[in-house]
């Protein structure tokens, strides 16, 4: 872990998981079993903490799915080390995956929660190839109704930063 990592987590902390409930959640989850290896999958990097495999549903040949092994259902519960080792996973993927597929781009999500799409409540970033002419489009947006709407929604989510 780099000095910018480290230093990260000092400030930061990380989120104290009941071990009770981990337990628990991970006895049934899918991608608990994959990450020990009693569930079959095509494994494309694994070290101590993360696995990335190919999604067996992707939106494009090449499609990585990327967990750490221990459960944690989403990013609200996934702690700041077990995150920040993630994303280095995604980061080592992302380049692999783009340049095995030369793809002419690469989208990075993680759903949370059932309202944006998460069907599996083990926490998940996918790591999907993109091409100029797929037809794929990115999700609506819209402006705010004014500036007044913006302020007011910039200042709810400062007030919980503190």
Not at 136 to 152: F, N, R, T, V
Request: aromatic residues 6%; contains cysteine; charged residues 25%.
């Amino acid at each position: 872990m780099t000095n910018q990592s480290e230093d990260l987590l000092k400030e930061e902390g990380t989120r104290k998981v009941d071990p009770a409930l981990h337990e628990d959640a991970s006895k049934d989850c899918i991608f608990c079993h994959i990450a020990k290896g009693t569930v079959p999958a095509v494994k494309l990097y694994e070290d101590s903490e993360t696995v990335a495999f190919l999604d067996i549903n992707p939106v494009h040949p090449g499609h990585v799915l990327v967990i750490p092994k221990d459960h944690y259902e989403n990013v609200y519960s996934t702690p700041a080390e077990a995150w920040l080792r993630m994303m280095m996973t995604v980061q080592k993927m992302a380049v692999a995956v783009k340049n095995a597929t030369d793809a002419d781009g690469i989208n990075i999500e993680m759903n949370n929660e059932s309202a944006a799409g998460q069907v599996m409540f083990h926490a998940h970033v996918h790591i999907i190839p993109r091409f100029n002419e797929d037809g794929l489009k990115h999700w609506p947006s819209k402006a705010y109704k004014d500036h007044e709407e913006m302020q007011a929604v910039s200042e709810k989510i400062i007030a919980e930063l503190k």
